[in-house]
């Protein structure tokens, strides 16, 4: 999950708060998988929190992993140069 809190450090914006889920068509569910979210930061935010966690465990020995967590800045369509024809 990615939430927001202020520059103090105040949750904020629950609202805007985006569940990460796995790409379609995701493989087996007992290997790795890419999971993703799109987001767009509210006005007061000062940071973004990524919060990693797994539900459904079936028994005590059920492990989760995380790597490789990556938060990119998304350009708007219409700030996109388009090449002239």
Known sequence: ???WQ???GKWT???RDVRLT???GAADPSSWREVTGLASVPAGAGQLV???GASGQQNQDDRVWF???LVA????S????KAPH
């Open 73 to 76: 800045p998304v350009t708007p």
């Open 6 to 8: 202020t520059a103090e």
């Open 1 to 3: 999950m990615a939430r």
């Open 78 to 81: 219409s700030n996109i140069l």
């Open 50 to 52: 990524v919060l990693a």
């Open 13 to 15: 914006a629950e609202d």
């Open 67 to 69: 790597d490789d967590v």
């Open 22 to 24: 796995p790409a379609p």
